[in-house]
């Protein structure tokens, strides 16, 4: 435990689906190919105006809902004035004067309990175009340009690095369940900065406040909280506390620390000022009505449901929940009268070891909750073996055939009563001195009947009507 009190607020970036751009028609899609997803207003040429994404205000009013904020009457747009290769304008449009959702809360699960997440605000801004640094250059992208971005803004409320990484990861999860985003990390939909200080455990007074900015992924952002805790943590300790700045910091992924940037700036230095191109317009009640219907049940509400009517575990639930669109495969097995734990057993031991190691998404394979199902009814009914259900999985994946194409007398397990016992009987006669053994306390002989009947049957035989009849047999 460290000796002092870490205090961390974050600010969460996260890039919002819509067909076109937050205020120009030009299309909103990743794309490797630079510059190919820009036109005249991106990149500010004279006489263009802005014209706000229908979609993309709705989505922001959305998730300011879910969070619990206090709406405003109206919506409306600032112009943040900076200078920057990224910002074609000087300025972004972005919401200062009436954020679209302010004090507001969430409660995320953290190891066995839930913590109550403070919201400063959210609010909707276009992004910025992205930099590419060389030795003797900077190369820039302006696909970025103008791409819808909720940044949410939490009060300082976290005391750890962990904390946080709970948090993001199901602030992530929300996004992708409400249909907001789709938060791929991999594509930087999702980037943050931290603000991190510390203090005396018995301080009522915060200490000097650092952040860290435009870190992307979960794994970074841990490591650049855990790096300034021990930084300011270790020049308190030499009586230095003074040489921690108000400053902006970059995070290196190579070297695992953080670098001072700039000095911070604070709100007045961008001089903020009612963006004159976009009228402000009535929040209406209706509107609000219609999208709370919209959202959907979200993954704590989710986990309950799965543990308390599903009878799943906390572990199985938490796996499932994190991921959309595998909680969608988990209800549908269910609906199709799969046994909920069989399904959860499924998906997390053999389904998600597959997609792990391809880098895939449960929605890129053809083992629907369709051929989960028919699977499970040729193993219950004793038709193939445990072992014979797993190399059918791997071959419905490999050969992108269905679970029935794969089930035959050739391949199929052998559940006749009569012809197992016939070959048992034939067994035992040839094993009368193991028969003897076995009666005389090597009991361990029962495995050795098991295996010649597997033998004989090329490891066709029901394991567990083989066992029964032995038994019945032997004893």
Same mark, same amino acid.
């Given at each position: ?9 974050? #600010? ?19 794309? *490797? ?8 207003? !991106?990149m ?16 922001a009013?959305?998730?300011? %809902? ?6 405003? /009457?109206?919506m ?6 900076y ?30 309990? #839930?913590?109550?997440?403070? $919201? ?17 250059a ?11 971005? %909720?940044?949410?803004?939490t009060?300082? @409320? ?36 931290v603000?991190?200080?510390? @203090? !005396? ?10 952040e ?10 841990v ?8 930084r300011? &943590? ?10 921690? #700045? ?24 961008? /001089?903020?000022?009612? *963006? ?9 009640? &209706?509107l609000? *009505? /219609? ?12 986990? /309950?449901?799965?543990?308390n =009517? ?5 572990? *199985?639930?938490? $796996? ?22 069989? =399904?959860?057993?499924?998906l997390?031991?053999?389904? %998600? ?11 890129? $394979?053809?083992? =629907? ?6 699977? =499970?009814?040729?193993? #219950?009914?004793?038709?193939? &073996? ?9 071959? +419905? ?14 391949n ?7 012809e ?16 003897? !053994? ?11 009947? +098991? ?13 567990? %009507? ?10």
């Amino acid at each position: 435990m460290n000796k002092y009190q870490a205090v961390i607020g974050i #600010e969460m970036h996260c890039e919002l689906k819509s067909n076109s751009k937050v205020f120009s028609a030009s299309q909103n899609e990743f794309s *490797e190919i630079p510059n190919s997803h820009i036109n005249p207003l !991106d990149m500010a040429f004279p006489g263009t105006l802005p014209v706000l994404n229908k979609k993309s205000y709705e989505d922001a009013l959305k998730m300011a %809902l879910v969070l619990n904020c206090e709406i405003p /009457k109206y919506m409306c747009f600032d112009r943040k004035n900076y200078y920057y290769p990224d910002l074609p304008k000087g300025y972004q449009i972005t919401q200062n004067t009436s954020p679209v959702g302010t004090n507001g809360y969430i409660m995320v699960p953290y190891l066995d309990k #839930e913590i109550k997440v403070l $919201i400063h605000d959210i609010h909707l801004e276009e992004d910025s175009a992205s930099l590419e640094h060389f030795f003797d250059a900077t190369l820039i992208d302006y696909n970025r340009a103008g791409v819808p971005l %909720l940044e949410l803004v939490t009060e300082p @409320c976290f005391h750890s690095a962990d904390e946080v990484l709970a948090f993001l990861e199901y602030i992530r999860t929300v996004y992708q369940y409400c249909e907001i985003s789709d938060a791929d990390l991999k594509k930087g939909q999702v980037r943050c900065d931290v603000n991190v200080s510390i @203090c !005396d455990y018995d301080s009522k007074i915060l200490g000097t406040k650092v952040e860290v900015k435009n870190i992307n992924g979960f794994a970074n952002i841990v490591e650049a909280i855990n790096y300034e805790i021990n930084r300011q &943590s270790e020049l308190k300790d030499l009586g230095r506390y003074e040489e921690v #700045e108000q400053e902006t910091r970059r995070f290196s992924e190579e070297t695992g620390m953080t670098y001072r940037m700039r000095s911070k700036v604070d709100a007045i230095d961008y /001089k903020y000022f009612i *963006e004159p191109n976009i009228p402000k317009f009535i929040i209406s009640e &209706s509107l609000k *009505e /219609k999208l709370k219907k919209e959202i959907p049940i979200l993954p704590l509400e989710k986990k /309950k449901l799965y543990i308390n =009517t599903y009878n799943l575990n906390k572990n *199985e639930a938490n $796996i499932i929940i994190k991921d959309r669109f595998l909680a969608q495969y988990f209800e549908e097995s269910v609906n199709l009268g799969v046994n909920p734990k069989t =399904t959860a057993n499924w998906l997390i031991t053999m389904i %998600l070891g597959y997609l792990n190691k391809y880098d895939k998404s449960i929605k890129e $394979i053809n083992f =629907t909750p369709q051929e989960l199902k028919k699977l =499970t009814i040729y193993l #219950e009914n004793g038709t193939i &073996s445990s072992k014979q259900a797993k190399e059918i999985f791997f071959k +419905v994946l490999e050969e992108n055939r269905g679970v029935d194409s794969f089930i035959d007398k050739e391949n199929t397990q052998n559940s006749n009563k009569e012809e197992l016992e016939k070959i048992i009987d034939d067994i035992l006669s040839r094993n009368e001195a193991q028969i003897k !053994d076995y009666h005389n306390g090597k009991t361990n002989l029962f495995d050795f009947f +098991v295996g010649q009947v597997m033998k004989e049957t090329k490891g066709k035989a029901n394991p567990i %009507l083989t066992k029964e009849i032995l038994k019945n047999k032997l004893n």
